[in-house]
């Protein structure tokens, strides 16, 4: 009786990449995993089922390492920086990138993007994307898995992804309490923090300006707060115009989730009339190109972009050779980079 790769990833509840790479002898694999599938394979008889171009095809097509990204502008400037990272570690280990793209219907309803199943695909790396729903359906793939910041429920998945993220709360809290000691009391938090996709790094930021604010016995101004806009909404300068207009007053500091939605609420503000820092101080995360040339050059809190993409292309190499080596958690430091947007 003959059988194929696909029947014997059935059968072990594997993915048929990890059933290939055994019968093409790759590495990537553990012993105990290799053992099994081989096993499998005799007592099916797979060896009389296999095609002199099943074999050549595995063999030609180089390992691919698939990019797995969120469809935003918000975040495009952002992944491309990364992706820079990723790159220059996948060229020195003559694999490939691949890009996939999910937006957030794809995201509600687990449709991952078809090439996810390419057998050239050894390994996958996300950015963005932080629905902890997607993740979990990412790792059933059974390929090595990094990401790039986490879900908020991140604890879920240690011991099966190797995460690398950024450090969120030590530059706000040095930031807020500057701005305390100058006679600010109302802060304001603008960015998103109820969505499925909000990742670790996002409330981490939230959370650091209202424990700030905790320690000198203050509390979020939520009169002022955006936290439940979408990004259609963050970037739809009508709609920011008209949530500042209805606030009774506006916020001594807003503190943002990243950079595009500061600029967004500068952007606003100033159709209004409004001036920063003037009537309000703002910040951003993630000293993207654009915060340097708004009016006022934006402070910002500054992350390691590309090193954060070398270190995921780094670890999804390590894991597929080393696929029994400890998981990884890594974390990058930020930078505070002071511009005329806050008022000291």
């Known amino acids: 009786m003959k059988c194929t790769i696909k029947e014997i990833a059935h059968e072990l509840n ?5 059933v290939a790479k055994v019968l093409s002898n790759k590495n990537g694999v553990s012993e105990k995993t290799r053992k099994l599938v081989l096993e499998k394979a005799r007592e099916l008889n797979y060896r009389s089922a296999i095609s002199e171009s099943a074999d050549a095809l595995m063999s030609d097509v180089p390992d691919s390492i698939l990019l797995l990204t969120r469809a935003s502008v918000n975040y495009s400037v952002f992944w491309i920086n990364v992706m820079k990272g990723i790159e220059s570690v996948l060229i020195k280990n003559n694999c490939s990138l691949t890009l996939g793209i999910m937006d957030d219907s794809d995201m509600r309803n ?11 695909v050894k390994g996958i790396i996300l950015v963005e994307i932080c629905d902890l729903r997607v993740c979990e359906a990412i790792l059933k793939l059974g390929l090595p898995t990094v990401t790039v910041d986490m879900p908020r429920e991140y604890e879920t998945l240690f011991g099966r992804i190797d995460i690398i ?7 706000i809290r040095h930031l807020v309490t500057k701005l305390i ?10 960015g998103d923090i109820y969505s499925s996709n909000v990742g670790r790094g996002f409330q981490e930021r939230y959370d650091a300006l209202c424990e700030t604010l905790a320690q000198h016995d203050l509390s979020l101004d939520l009169e002022c707060s955006l936290l439940g806009e979408t990004d259609q909404q963050f970037m739809n300068g009508n709609y920011l115009a008209e949530r500042l207009k209805s606030m009774k007053h506006l916020p001594d500091v807003f503190i943002c989730g990243n950079d595009w939605t500061a600029i967004q609420i500068m952007h606003a503000a100033q159709f209004l009339g409004y001036a920063v820092p003037r009537d309000f101080s703002i910040c951003g995360f993630d000293n993207i190109a654009e915060s340097e040339h708004t009016f006022p050059p934006l402070t910002t809190i500054s992350t390691p972009k590309e090193a954060l993409g070398t270190a995921a292309a780094e670890c999804i190499v390590n894991r597929m050779r080393n696929p029994d080596a400890p998981y990884v958690y890594s974390q990058y430091m930020t930078t505070l980079i002071l511009r005329e947007s806050i008022a000291f």
């Open 14 to 18: 594997l993915s048929r990449n990890t």
């Open 110 to 120: 687990l449709r991952l993007p078809p090439n996810v199943h390419n057998p050239s």
């Open 165 to 171: 993220t950024m450090e969120n709360k030590v530059h």
């Open 181 to 190: 000691q100058k006679g600010c009391r109302h802060f304001a938090f603008a």
